[in-house]
């Protein structure tokens, strides 16, 4: 039974078709999922296999690296002392020099160091006798300017009237015209004066004749008187005929005169000049008394200016010129201490220039608390930093620091001594003790300037160099800069090979700088 053959045949499927079976569909092709399906796939894993290498075998510029130095600064309690230095009061900002406007000598001081005065009160007199001269004769020469300004209008208004009316010119056009018509009344009696003479000659003549030819019964007296009377009365006649060419030529001559008047009538030339001439006087003559009214300004003025005022409300601080002393004024030449005559300050505006030691320099900032403390105040004295000055002094190793005073008190003056204590400033209204924080520095060296501003090269954890915007803070002495904001503590930045580089390409880091970036 053990050895019996097994019938495998039993186990064979019958897949010969039925006669009484229904006949199926056809089957779909199915190449596009056997053959192009696989084909694509394969294709798309060797592209990405591609992308991903490609960038691993182009050449990447060999970078070092330095990271951030990081540092840990204690930030104490507001209101903290963090040192003291000395220093002494003074005008804020400077004190106020006040000039005599005007040169001259000093005749009287009005005022005493220490004294407080108000604006334009009077603090010194200069002699001012030349001044008082000079703004009387600037009168006695406005006076002349006025008179003569006056003489010009009465000359004007005379010419204008004489161009309003022509009366003169008028009058002489009548005379012409009344000689014109006599001479026109003789032309014309002539004939009748020639007609008349003529039967008188012939008078005359017959009664000479008359006697002559009676000349032993008349006497010869009367002969002679009728040959006179015959004789005068033919002289009378040729005289007459004579006359005649004479009263035609003056006739013609009265007639251009009598013209010629009209025209001039008519122009006015001669008095149109003489109105224009007379305006310009009056223009002239105007100018000069403005000219005379400024100078008798000017004088004024500067009899005012013997008088040295107050240019503010203040206190005296010191008397540069005494009496009997020389000022130059505002002239050219006058230097700053030949016009100074005192010194001025105002006691509200007082500030203190500290002798800050070098090494407490770092701790001073703008706005920062400081109180003051002097002999000749009981209280202490509130005050804030205002700036600090390029004025360092080698040989005691400090710089000068300017302290704005809070609201002084009167007994409080320049020169005085103090010392001043600075305290730590109010950083945020969340410290309330001392803390820790850290501040982020760089090399010098490794920060780019540009269009946008300083910014440093990084590399990110895929190598590819990244150009970061960056806020620069202070400077140490170890060449290190802060950065307030920009950076992380955990950033690389690329110290050597950032030569053509750009944002975004890739980088082989050969490992960190042992320079620290530092040339």
Not at 183 to 188: D, H, P, R, Y
Not at 368 to 379: F, Y
Not at 481 to 492: A, Q
Request: hydrophobic fraction near 40%.
């Amino acid at each position: 039974m053990a050895n019996t053959p097994l019938d495998l045949s039993q186990l064979a499927l019958d897949r010969s078709p039925r006669e009484d079976a229904t006949p199926t569909k056809p089957r779909r092709k199915r190449w596009l999922t056997r053959y192009v399906l696989p084909i694509g796939i394969l294709c798309g894993f060797i592209a990405l296999l591609v992308a991903a290498a490609g960038r691993g075998l182009m050449p990447r510029p060999a970078v070092t690296v330095v990271p951030v130095v990081v540092k840990r600064a204690e930030v104490q309690q507001a209101g903290t002392t963090l040192f003291q230095a000395p220093g002494w009061i003074e005008p804020r900002p400077t004190a106020i020099s006040v000039p005599a406007l005007a040169p001259g000598v000093i005749e009287e001081l009005l005022v005493v160091a220490g004294q407080y005065v108000k604006k334009d009160e009077a603090i010194a007199k200069l002699i001012s006798i030349d001044a008082e001269l000079n703004v009387q004769q600037a009168k006695n020469v406005l006076a002349i300017r006025q008179g003569e300004l006056k003489r010009a209008i009465a000359e004007r208004d005379a010419s204008q009237i004489r161009f309003d009316n022509p009366v003169h010119l008028q009058v002489q056009l009548a005379d012409a015209q009344s000689m014109l018509a006599k001479a026109q009344t003789e032309l014309a009696k002539l004939p009748f004066l020639i007609q008349a003479a003529e039967a008188k000659v012939d008078y005359t003549f017959s009664s000479m004749e008359g006697k002559r030819s009676a000349k032993g019964a008349i006497a010869g007296r009367i002969i002679a008187r009728a040959e006179s009377d015959h004789a005068a009365s033919l002289a009378n006649l040729q005289e007459l005929r004579q006359r005649g060419p004479n009263l035609q030529r003056e006739a013609d001559a009265l007639n251009q005169k009598v013209t010629a008047l009209k025209q001039q009538l008519e122009l006015l030339v001669e008095e149109t000049r003489q109105l224009q001439e007379a305006d310009a006087k009056v223009q002239s003559a105007d100018a000069l008394r403005e000219e005379a009214e400024l100078q008798l300004r000017q004088a004024e003025l500067a009899l005012r200016r013997n008088v040295v005022r107050a240019p503010m409300d203040g206190r005296v601080l010191r008397l540069v010129a005494a009496p009997g002393t020389r000022v130059m004024g505002l002239t050219a030449n006058a230097g700053h201490s030949s016009s100074t005559v005192i010194e001025m300050y105002d006691p509200d505006r007082l500030q203190v220039r500290a002798d800050v030691r070098l090494e407490d320099v770092p701790m001073v900032t703008r706005g920062q608390p400081v109180q003051i403390k002097t002999a000749s105040s009981a209280d202490v004295i509130q005050g804030r930093v205002l700036q600090t000055t390029s004025s360092a002094n080698v040989q005691k190793n400090t710089l000068e620091v300017k302290v704005e005073l809070i609201q002084p008190p009167p007994t409080v003056s320049p020169e005085m001594l103090v010392t001043a204590t600075f305290l730590a400033p109010v950083i945020a209204d969340s410290i309330n003790e001392t803390t820790e924080t850290e501040r982020l520095f760089v090399p010098d060296g490794l920060v780019r300037s540009g269009d946008s501003g300083p910014s440093v090269w990084v590399v990110d954890a895929a190598e590819i160099a990244r150009q970061r915007p960056v806020e620069l803070g202070g400077s140490s002495d170890d060449g290190l800069v802060e950065i307030r904001s920009g950076l992380n503590v955990t950033d690389k930045l690329i110290a050597n090979g950032t030569e053509g580089l750009k944002p975004g390409s890739p980088v082989r880091v050969t490992g960190d700088d042992q320079n620290m970036g530092i040339k």
